[in-house]
């Protein structure tokens, strides 16, 4: 049972046991997607300096020492090659420089919303006119707009009159939008969508 413990908590002599938890825990939290320090299993690897100096190819202990004692990581950047090539980064830094560039190109991003507006056969001039302002407003917003006419039993019988309305509220909504098909038929609803006017 000893024996087992003491393999367990093994460490090397040139190790302190603060660092060896530390850099496994590091590893472990980090590295998803390139193997960095005590996960590259290799024998030899191509080594580049932090400052991007090619340093030739030396022993994966080798460099990992190197990177150690310069108080950073040696991460493997390109796996495939022959050997594969490593370079020594703070690999920390570097991961908050890609989220924040992930972030920033986000942000740049215009994200385009559909909204959706439901009308009826027999709906009132009124309540199709309060409509044709709502679909307006989202349209102004820069949103797209998803008509949605829907027929209920015996109206399934007067379609033309539901086309009728349809096209009504499309020619409202002229100035603002306009639809980038025609209305069709999904199932028992006629369907359109009305792109802003850029």
């Not at 046991?17 to 299993?41: G, Q, T």
């Not at 942000?107 to 919303?113: D, H, P, W």
């Not at 349809?166 to 409202?172: G, H, R, S, V, Y």
């Not at 098909?181 to 850029?198: S, T």
């Amino acid at each position: 049972m000893t024996d087992f413990y003491i393999r367990l908590f093994f460490v090397p002599e040139n190790f302190s046991v603060r660092d060896l938890f530390f850099r496994k825990l590091r590893c472990s939290k980090i590295s998803k997607e390139i193997a960095i320090n005590e996960e590259i299993r290799v024998k030899e690897v191509r080594l580049i300096s932090e400052t991007g100096e090619q340093l030739g190819i030396v022993t994966s202990k080798e460099a990992k020492e190197l990177a150690s004692s310069k108080n950073l990581d040696l991460a493997m950047i390109s796996p495939n090659a022959k050997p594969p090539v490593c370079k020594i980064m703070d690999y920390g830094k570097y991961k908050y420089e890609q989220a924040r560039k992930e972030k920033e190109a986000k942000k740049k991003q215009k994200v385009i919303n559909v909204k959706e507006v439901r009308l009826r056969p027999g709906i009132g001039d009124h309540d199709l006119n309060t409509k044709a302002n709502q679909a307006a407003k989202f349209l102004q917003k820069g949103d797209k707009v998803k008509v949605e006419l829907r027929f209920r039993g015996r109206e399934l019988g007067h379609k033309d009159i539901g086309k009728e309305v349809m096209l009504k509220f499309i020619d409202m909504l002229s100035e603002f939008g306009e639809p980038n098909k025609a209305p069709k038929f999904e199932g028992n609803n006629m369907v359109a969508i009305i792109d802003p006017k850029k």
